[in-house]
Protein backbone atom coordinates (compact mmCIF):
# COMPACT_ATOMS: atom_id res chain seq x y z
CA UNK A 1 0.00 0.00 0.00
CA UNK A 2 1.22 3.52 -0.54
CA UNK A 3 2.82 5.60 2.03
CA UNK A 4 0.37 7.96 4.35
CA UNK A 5 2.36 11.18 3.04
CA UNK A 6 1.45 9.68 -0.85
CA UNK A 7 -2.33 9.43 0.56
CA UNK A 8 -2.22 12.41 1.33
CA UNK A 9 -0.58 14.21 -1.41
CA UNK A 10 -2.77 12.16 -3.98
CA UNK A 11 -6.46 13.60 -1.99
CA UNK A 12 -4.91 17.05 -2.01
CA UNK A 13 -4.22 17.15 -5.86
CA UNK A 14 -8.00 15.44 -6.23
CA UNK A 15 -9.36 18.17 -4.23
CA UNK A 16 -7.59 21.17 -6.37
CA UNK A 17 -7.72 19.14 -9.31
CA UNK A 18 -4.31 18.63 -10.54
CA UNK A 19 -5.11 14.71 -10.35
CA UNK A 20 -8.11 13.37 -11.57
CA UNK A 21 -10.06 11.10 -10.04
CA UNK A 22 -11.13 7.87 -10.82
CA UNK A 23 -14.49 6.75 -9.72
CA UNK A 24 -17.63 4.15 -10.37
CA UNK A 25 -21.25 6.02 -11.18
CA UNK A 26 -22.37 3.21 -10.11
CA UNK A 27 -20.57 2.87 -7.18
CA UNK A 28 -20.69 6.35 -6.09
CA UNK A 29 -24.79 6.12 -6.74
CA UNK A 30 -24.75 3.04 -4.03
CA UNK A 31 -22.70 4.61 -1.84
CA UNK A 32 -24.93 7.83 -1.92
CA UNK A 33 -28.26 5.72 -1.82
CA UNK A 34 -26.73 4.02 1.37
CA UNK A 35 -26.17 7.43 3.38
CA UNK A 36 -29.81 8.50 2.69
CA UNK A 37 -30.99 5.29 3.58
CA UNK A 38 -29.02 4.96 6.65
CA UNK A 39 -29.89 8.83 7.73
CA UNK A 40 -33.90 7.73 7.22
CA UNK A 41 -33.98 4.51 9.82
CA UNK A 42 -31.80 6.71 12.36
CA UNK A 43 -34.77 9.05 12.30
CA UNK A 44 -37.24 6.28 11.73
CA UNK A 45 -35.54 4.67 15.45
CA UNK A 46 -35.58 7.78 16.82
CA UNK A 47 -39.34 8.69 16.12
CA UNK A 48 -40.19 4.88 16.88
CA UNK A 49 -38.50 5.71 20.31
CA UNK A 50 -40.35 8.53 21.19
CA UNK A 51 -43.84 7.42 19.98
CA UNK A 52 -43.30 4.70 22.54
CA UNK A 53 -42.57 6.29 25.52
CA UNK A 54 -45.66 8.54 24.66
CA UNK A 55 -47.79 5.67 24.38
CA UNK A 56 -46.73 4.42 27.27
CA UNK A 57 -47.05 7.09 29.29
CA UNK A 58 -50.59 7.01 28.51
CA UNK A 59 -51.07 3.83 30.49
CA UNK A 60 -51.49 5.96 33.68
CA UNK A 61 -54.28 8.27 32.64
CA UNK A 62 -56.04 5.46 31.85
CA UNK A 63 -56.01 3.78 34.99
CA UNK A 64 -57.41 6.43 36.47
CA UNK A 65 -60.14 7.51 33.68
CA UNK A 66 -61.22 3.61 34.22
CA UNK A 67 -61.47 4.41 37.97
CA UNK A 68 -63.81 7.19 37.27
CA UNK A 69 -66.06 5.35 35.06
CA UNK A 70 -66.24 2.23 37.05
CA UNK A 71 -67.24 4.74 40.12
CA UNK A 72 -69.70 6.49 37.94
CA UNK A 73 -71.23 3.21 37.22
CA UNK A 74 -71.92 2.28 40.77
CA UNK A 75 -72.85 -0.93 42.57
CA UNK A 76 -75.93 -1.35 40.16
CA UNK A 77 -74.02 -1.85 37.28
CA UNK A 78 -71.46 -4.20 39.07
CA UNK A 79 -74.60 -6.24 40.30
CA UNK A 80 -76.38 -6.66 36.76
CA UNK A 81 -73.17 -6.25 34.59
CA UNK A 82 -71.63 -9.71 33.35
CA UNK A 83 -68.90 -7.93 31.82
CA UNK A 84 -67.81 -6.17 35.20
CA UNK A 85 -65.62 -8.78 35.71
CA UNK A 86 -63.49 -8.14 32.56
CA UNK A 87 -63.71 -4.69 32.47
CA UNK A 88 -62.45 -4.93 36.71
CA UNK A 89 -59.78 -7.01 35.87
CA UNK A 90 -58.19 -5.29 32.94
CA UNK A 91 -58.49 -2.24 35.49
CA UNK A 92 -56.57 -4.01 37.90
CA UNK A 93 -53.82 -5.01 35.26
CA UNK A 94 -53.30 -2.10 33.92
CA UNK A 95 -50.33 -0.57 36.14
CA UNK A 96 -46.92 0.63 36.27
CA UNK A 97 -45.93 -2.55 35.12
CA UNK A 98 -47.95 -2.86 31.81
CA UNK A 99 -46.13 0.26 30.27
CA UNK A 100 -42.79 -1.47 31.16
CA UNK A 101 -44.01 -4.78 29.58
CA UNK A 102 -44.99 -2.57 26.50
CA UNK A 103 -41.90 -0.67 26.55
CA UNK A 104 -39.80 -4.24 26.63
CA UNK A 105 -42.01 -5.83 23.98
CA UNK A 106 -41.70 -2.73 21.44
CA UNK A 107 -37.78 -2.55 21.68
CA UNK A 108 -37.78 -6.54 21.12
CA UNK A 109 -39.79 -6.57 18.42
CA UNK A 110 -38.76 -3.19 17.02
CA UNK A 111 -35.93 -1.46 18.15
CA UNK A 112 -33.61 -4.65 17.98
CA UNK A 113 -34.06 -5.41 14.38
CA UNK A 114 -33.51 -1.62 13.63
CA UNK A 115 -30.36 -1.39 15.90
CA UNK A 116 -28.97 -4.51 13.52
CA UNK A 117 -29.95 -2.66 10.56
CA UNK A 118 -27.98 0.40 11.71
CA UNK A 119 -25.07 -1.91 12.61
CA UNK A 120 -24.88 -2.98 9.23
CA UNK A 121 -24.72 0.29 7.94
CA UNK A 122 -21.86 0.88 9.99
CA UNK A 123 -20.27 -2.31 8.43
CA UNK A 124 -20.95 -1.17 5.22
CA UNK A 125 -19.25 2.29 5.49
CA UNK A 126 -16.28 0.66 6.75
CA UNK A 127 -15.81 -1.44 3.66
CA UNK A 128 -16.48 2.17 1.73
CA UNK A 129 -14.04 3.63 3.17
CA UNK A 130 -11.66 0.80 2.62
CA UNK A 131 -12.80 0.93 -0.93
CA UNK A 132 -11.82 4.42 -0.79
CA UNK A 133 -8.79 4.20 0.62
CA UNK A 134 -8.06 1.63 -2.03
CA UNK A 135 -9.37 3.95 -5.13
CA UNK A 136 -6.92 6.72 -3.77
CA UNK A 137 -3.76 4.43 -3.75
CA UNK A 138 -4.77 2.73 -7.12
CA UNK A 139 -4.89 6.63 -8.34
CA UNK A 140 -1.48 7.28 -6.92
CA UNK A 141 -0.05 4.29 -8.26
CA UNK A 142 -1.53 4.72 -11.51
CA UNK A 143 -0.55 8.20 -11.85
CA UNK A 144 2.97 8.06 -10.62
CA UNK A 145 3.41 5.04 -13.31
CA UNK A 146 2.37 7.18 -16.27
CA UNK A 147 4.84 10.07 -14.67
CA UNK A 148 7.17 7.23 -14.80
CA UNK A 149 6.78 5.88 -18.36
CA UNK A 150 6.46 9.19 -19.35
CA UNK A 151 9.65 10.14 -18.35
CA UNK A 152 11.45 6.85 -19.79
CA UNK A 153 10.05 7.88 -23.13
CA UNK A 154 11.51 11.01 -22.78
CA UNK A 155 14.48 9.83 -21.66
CA UNK A 156 14.47 7.08 -24.90
CA UNK A 157 13.46 9.91 -27.66
CA UNK A 158 16.71 12.31 -26.41
CA UNK A 159 18.53 8.93 -27.46
CA UNK A 160 20.37 8.33 -23.70
CA UNK A 161 20.07 4.93 -22.07
CA UNK A 162 17.43 4.50 -19.22
CA UNK A 163 19.17 3.79 -15.97
CA UNK A 164 18.64 -0.03 -14.23
CA UNK A 165 17.32 1.87 -10.63
CA UNK A 166 14.67 4.15 -12.82
CA UNK A 167 13.83 0.61 -14.29
CA UNK A 168 13.35 -1.35 -11.54
CA UNK A 169 11.37 1.96 -9.72
CA UNK A 170 9.25 1.83 -13.06
CA UNK A 171 8.20 -1.87 -12.64
CA UNK A 172 8.10 -1.79 -8.94
CA UNK A 173 5.30 0.85 -9.07
CA UNK A 174 3.52 -1.40 -12.38
CA UNK A 175 3.55 -4.28 -9.33
CA UNK A 176 2.56 -1.80 -6.94
CA UNK A 177 -0.34 -0.97 -8.85
CA UNK A 178 -0.96 -4.92 -9.79
CA UNK A 179 -1.56 -5.10 -6.41
CA UNK A 180 -4.40 -2.43 -5.77
CA UNK A 181 -6.12 -3.25 -8.56
Given at each position: ?S?W?S?TTQ???E??G???R???PD???C?S??????????LL?????????A?TS?????????T?V?MR???N?V????????????H??????????L??IF?K?V???????I??F?E???????M?SVRV??DH????LV?L??G???I???GK?????SE??????A????E??
Open positions: MSLTKVKSVVAKSHDVDAVKLQGLEKDVLRKTLETSSLVHVPRARVQMEMMGEFAESPHYSSFKEALNLDGSVANKSEAVLEPLDEWATSVRTCTTEESYYKDKAQEKRALLKVFDKSEKLERNLKLKVS
